[in-house]
């Protein structure tokens, strides 16, 4: 009997064609009526492939025995929930770092330099009335690292490559790292000239990035996000961007995505991304095939290759 699972979002093409090969999938989000899809369909549910699954649909499926999420972040899961049913949880994790870490070095270059200031400078026709304002490079710097996991240790090597120094704060220090450990966020970053927030999201993170960290960064500071909007106080972050007591700021992420604050459309000391720090079409694909191996697994009795829960 062919295994049956859920989507409750749209997944990348070549995921969802790889798992329409080896299962019967049912497409939550194109139902009309979706409560009594699940009330009719969702005990013969054996999987969800996706994210963003809550007690509320577990509750509606239960026979789902495994989670196979498309991301590394699975703060869009309840994993405690999960856990509690015996179901598992697997996530993407590693072949998206690389990915990462380039958008980061290229948010920070972006800022560092102005770059999308620059392009529109000419665009606009400005150029021959008077040179563009001198700026900053990341060379001598010293960026800290919210968050030294996978991510951030690619994060860590290409800075070390842009001669930047690297420190790090988390909740733990690794010996074998060569970078300077801080157990403090608001000292670390007094410390640095750029703070790079690549943590986990999730109630333990909220609001890590609070007004007092981002004060301590300072008016020369630059802040850059890449990891959950979440981590930061966006109200405060927006307030110190205008005020000019935070000194800029290159984002991937908000607080309430895709809806950015209206605040900083407007302001020139920063650089907005739209999430894309996955968002090549190899690292997808291999989010996607990482997927459906996860899956492949666990209804083949193995060991599961990125397990969460």
């Known amino acids: ?26 497409k939550l989000h194109e139902q009309s009526d979706k409560a009594a899809w699940l009330a009719q369909n969702g005990a013969r549910i054996r999987a969800h492939a996706g994210s963003g699954v809550q007690a509320d649909l577990m509750d509606k499926l239960p026979k789902l025995e495994i989670i196979a999420s498309f991301g590394v972040g699975y703060d869009n899961i309840d994993t405690a929930a999960a856990k509690a049913r015996n179901i598992r949880v697997t996530n993407t994790p590693d072949v998206l770092n690389d990915a990462v870490a380039e958008l980061t070095i290229g948010l920070m270059i972006a800022l560092a330099r102005r770059i999308p200031q620059a392009d529109r400078f000419v665009r ?39 001669k930047m120094r690297v420190v790090y704060c988390g909740r733990h220090r690794q010996p074998t790292v060569p970078y300077t450990y801080y157990d403090d966020l608001e000292t670390m970053s007094r410390d640095s000239d750029w703070l790079v ?7 333990g993170t909220e609001g890590i990035v609070s007004r007092k960290v981002l004060e301590a960064l300072g008016p020369k500071g630059m802040l850059v996000n890449v990891a959950r909007g979440t981590l930061i106080d966006e109200a405060a972050m927006v307030e110190m961007l205008q005020s000019g007591t935070l000194g800029g700021a290159a984002l991937d992420v908000f607080e309430k995505e895709p809806k950015v604050p209206q605040a900083l459309l407007g302001l020139d000391n920063v650089v907005l991304s739209p999430h894309q720090g996955s968002a090549t079409h190899q690292t997808r694909d291999a989010m996607g095939a990482l997927l459906v191996a996860n899956l492949e697994k666990h209804f083949a009795g193995e060991p599961l290759i990125s397990a969460v829960v």
Do not use: D
């Open 1 to 26: 009997m062919t295994i049956e699972i859920l989507q409750t979002h749209p997944l990348l093409a070549s995921c969802e064609a790889a798992l329409a090969e080896r299962y019967t999938v049912h």
């Open 124 to 162: 606009e026709g400005k150029w021959p009335h008077g040179n563009f304002p001198l700026l900053s490079e990341l060379t001598g710097k010293t960026v800290g690292i919210l968050g030294l996991g996978r991510i951030g240790k690619e994060i860590a090597t290409r800075a070390q490559a842009m």
């Open 197 to 203: 927030v690549i943590a986990p999201g999730g109630k």
